[in-house]
C-alpha cells in the first residue's frame, strides 16, 4: 500500500487523475440518496416512479460506455469534460423543478459518470509501470468507494437539492484540478 501511494505521490498525472476521483467519487458518486431522497421527498414519487429514475440513469451510463469506447485520443481532455458534465447535471438535477426534467438531468449524470469512472480508470492503468499497476489500481479503487455518509447528512440535514449541489460542486472542483494539471503539463513540456 505504501509503496503505490509513494509511487503516485511521485506522479503529477497520477495524484491529479486520484484526487479528482476522490473529489466526485466522495461527493458527487451517491446516487441512492440523490435519486431516492429527491423522488420521495421532493417529487413525492412511488417505488414505480423512483425505479423509473434509475432506469433513466442506467441508460444514460450505456450511452456513456459507447462514448467512453469512441474515445481514443486525449484521455485527459475525456476526464476533464466527464467532470465537468457531471457538475453540470448534478446542477441541472439540483435545479430540476419537475420529475421529468429530474430523469432528465440524470440522463446527463449518468452519461458523465461512466466516462468520468472508465476514463480515470484506463488512464491510470495505461500510465502506471506494469509492477505498480495492482498497487496503483487498489488505491483508485478504495479511493472511488467515495462518502455516502457525508452526502448522506447532507441530504438529511439541507434537503435533496443542497446534496445534488454537493456532487456538483465536486464535478466543477475535479475539473479545475484536472485543468490544473493539465496546464501544468503544458508548461513543463
Not at 159 to 184: E, Y
Request: net charge positive; proline share 2%; charged share 10%.
Amino acid at each position: 500500500f505504501m509503496q503505490g501511494l509513494r509511487y503516485v505521490w511521485g506522479r503529477h498525472d497520477l495524484r491529479s487523475v486520484l484526487v479528482m476521483l476522490f473529489l466526485i467519487g466522495t461527493f458527487g458518486l451517491n446516487f441512492p440518496i440523490f435519486i431516492s431522497t429527491m423522488a420521495v421527498k421532493v417529487f413525492h414519487a412511488d417505488a414505480r416512479q423512483y425505479g423509473m429514475l434509475s432506469s433513466i440513469m442506467a441508460a444514460g451510463t450505456f450511452a456513456g460506455a459507447f462514448l467512453s469506447a469512441r474515445s481514443t485520443r486525449d484521455r485527459f481532455g475525456s476526464l476533464l469534460w466527464g467532470a465537468v458534465i457531471f457538475g453540470i447535471g448534478c446542477t441541472l438535477a439540483a435545479c430540476a423543478p419537475t420529475y421529468w426534467t429530474f430523469a432528465a438531468a440524470l440522463m446527463v449524470i449518468g452519461v458523465a459518470t461512466l466516462l468520468f469512472t472508465s476514463t480515470s480508470n484506463s488512464l491510470m492503468q495505461l500510465a502506471t509501470e506494469p509492477a505498480m499497476r495492482g498497487r496503483v489500481m487498489a488505491l483508485r479503487v478504495g479511493i472511488a468507494l467515495g462518502g455516502t455518509p457525508f452526502v448522506g447528512w447532507v441530504a438529511d440535514s439541507f434537503g435533496a437539492r443542497a446534496a445534488l449541489m454537493v456532487g456538483a460542486a465536486s464535478g466543477f472542483g475535479a475539473a479545475l484540478i484536472g485543468w490544473r494539471a493539465r496546464h501544468a503539463a503544458a508548461t513543463r513540456n
